[in-house]
Nanobody, 120 residues
Framework: QVQLVESGGGLAQAGGSLRLSCAAS????????MGWYRQAPGKQRELVAL???????NYQDSVKGRFTISGDNAKKAVYLQMNSLIPEDTAVYYC??????????????WGKGTLVTVSS
């Protein structure tokens, strides 16, 4: 089995910063991509940022220049540094990963989510 565990959510004021962390554990042979998604109340889940095992990155337009995704392949971890937060960033943030397991299956794994609240 594979688990993704997020940490680092909480309350921030507009203009402030938060850093999210996510660590993967379990029967993991390799990880192709890790990323962060978010879901605000009444809205669909959306991609925030993605990083590949080769350190390629992709960001949603609304967070470019404010958020930075980084990864640690050895720790099977991904991080999201969020700066210049705005109230519209308020959402539950989910860690996701495309994982190849030791029994040679591939899965899209999800964490349980961590709440980020930005006050104006």
């Amino acid at each position: 089995q594979v688990q993704l565990v997020e940490s680092g959510g909480g309350l921030a004021q507009a203009g402030g910063s938060l850093r999210l962390s996510c660590a993967a554990s379990g029967s993991i042979r390799s990880i192709d991509t890790m990323g962060w998604y978010r879901q605000a109340p009444g809205k669909q889940r959306e991609l925030v940022a993605l990083i590949t095992s080769a350190a390629g990155t992709n960001y949603q337009d609304s967070v470019k220049g404010r958020f930075t995704i980084s990864g640690d392949n050895a720790k099977k971890a991904v991080y999201l540094q969020m700066n210049s937060l705005i109230p519209e960033d308020t959402a539950v943030y989910y860690c996701a990963a495309y994982i190849r397991t030791y029994d040679y299956t591939s899965i899209n794994a999800w964490g349980k989510g961590t709440l980020v609240t930005v006050s104006s």
